[in-house]
């Protein structure tokens, strides 16, 4: 079966949250860094819980706003990665690439981020902000252009864990 890229809509913040629920919990456990299986797994305690449902309706709401754009990879009906990308007021952002692991290194991530680059154009640079230890990911980002800035923290919620733990991230800039 063929691998379809296209424009995400608000209901596809439920496959969307499926390949973070499958993704997260291989690509963040960090023993060094002290995060723990449970720690991920905790982030999507709720996602079958009214809480949980109503988090992804307040979810459906990005896609209303004309600074923000997302992509979905899909088999049949079935996403299996996504990029998310937003205009913001000094630079342009990709909030995140996600690709099951089963479909990763068969350039997935290059045609999901391709359409944000389209998206985003070039007037401004494009931060992104990745943990510091997932190497596959800055790897990744430096592939596409993307160069480390030295800045490092805990730069949003999606960084911050139930637990009270949080996956410290780098940014890195690509410029035009």
Sequence with gaps: MSIKIRQSIPDDV???QNVRRKTWPKTYPNKKE?????DILSKFAD???PAGQRKLEEWK?????KNFKGWVAEIGNEIIGFCDAG???NNNRIFGIYVLSEHQNKGLGSLLI??????L?????ILVNVARYNQQAINFYQKQGFTRTGKSGVFDRAAKLPSGKAIVEIEMRKEF
């Design 34 to 38: 002290g995060i723990t299986l449970e």
């Design 61 to 65: 709401k990005h896609y209303q706003d």
């Design 14 to 16: 439920y496959g969307i």
């Design 121 to 125: 154009g070039k007037e401004r640079e």
């Design 114 to 119: 391709d359409e944000a680059f389209k998206w």
């Design 87 to 89: 205009k913001q007021k």
């Design 47 to 49: 996602d079958n819980t």
